[in-house]
């Protein structure tokens, strides 16, 4: 029997094994404080401390490029005469869960990478990992540039190409 696996198979992979690996110190920490740490004081002046750490280019380079798969994707909706991303998902029910498929499908790997370097970061500047963090600043860092990119790349490619408009 032969497993083939992918590049993007491998790396959610790593980001999975790693996040379960810090599961058992994130449980220790929560009953040995109490804090549960996501949007608490301390999560937010970490997240200034990330910001001049090491990884700190991520927080533009991650950025920079989920605006650049949000904007081709958004043109590829303009073309096949698709309503703007940010408005199937506020308002289409019958089309939500498919475009957030296909949107996951485009930049899973980019939240794959930002979650697993999330985890980097907060191991050399912090000296431990906090999962819960990872798995919420990771995906925003990604999810919202595309979201908006997205939707702006189908309304200007609607708009230059004079594609149907919806």
């Given amino acids: 029997m032969k497993i083939s696996l992918s590049r993007s198979s491998i790396l959610r992979t790593v980001v999975i094994v790693v996040i379960l690996g810090a599961i058992p110190g994130a449980i220790r920490r929560l009953i040995q404080t109490g804090n549960l740490y996501l949007f608490t004081e301390g999560f937010f002046e970490d997240i200034v401390a990330r910001l001049s750490g090491p990884g700190r280019l991520r927080f533009v380079v ?19 005469a698709i309503p703007t991303f940010l408005w199937t998902l506020a308002f289409d029910e019958q089309h939500r869960l498919k475009m957030l498929a296909q949107a996951f499908s485009s930049a899973g790997d980019l939240i794959a990478i930002a979650i697993l370097l999330d985890l980097i970061s907060q191991f050399l500047i912090f000296r431990e990992i906090r999962p819960g963090a990872a798995l919420l600043v990771g995906p925003v860092l ?11 790349g189908n309304l200007i490619s609607r708009y230059r190409r004079d594609y149907p408009r919806i």
């Fill in 62 to 80: 991650q950025p920079m490029v989920a605006i650049f798969l949000g904007a081709r994707d958004g043109a590829k909706d303009a073309r096949a």
């Fill in 142 to 152: 990604i999810g919202m540039p595309y979201a908006v990119a997205r939707t702006f």
